[in-house]
């Protein structure tokens, strides 16, 4: 593909995907949706990651999940990534737990991610 990594992730918010992005350790485009998403941006989106892996990763609030069930609708191929409920926050989540989750979804991250307590 032109330049295009072929892993992408959508996060809520900016402050996730600084938490994300040092993790991992390939090449991946994080999307922020800033909590919310219009029907003209899904669109952009849909358009824009057609064939490419998509990954959801949102916070376990209320807000998190209404959009995880847009995206199950609009995107019913995405791999939906979950936190541990007690850490609400991706941005909050401990690195060690979001390193494991990526992990788990065969996502490379840096090994020390792993290792930290």
């Known amino acids: 593909m032109d330049d295009v990594d072929e892993i992408v992730i959508i996060v809520e918010g900016t402050s996730d995907k600084r938490k994300v992005q040092p993790?991992?350790?390939e090449p991946v485009d994080i999307i922020c949706t800033n909590g919310t998403i219009s029907f003209n941006k899904m669109d952009e989106l849909i358009e824009q990651l057609t064939n490419r892996d998509v990954y959801i990763l949102v916070?376990?609030?209320e807000a998190g999940e209404k959009l995880r069930k847009q995206f199950k609708r609009e995107f019913p191929?995405?791999?939906h990534?979950?936190?541990d409920r007690s850490y609400r926050e991706v941005a909050t989540a401990p690195s060690k737990h979001l390193a494991s989750i990526l992990?788990?979804?065969d996502i490379d991250v840096y090994t020390e991610y792993l290792e930290k307590g």
């Open 23 to 25: 993790i991992i350790r």
């Open 59 to 61: 916070d376990a609030d």
């Open 77 to 79: 191929d995405a791999e």
């Open 81 to 83: 990534l979950y936190i």
């Open 103 to 105: 992990v788990a979804a």
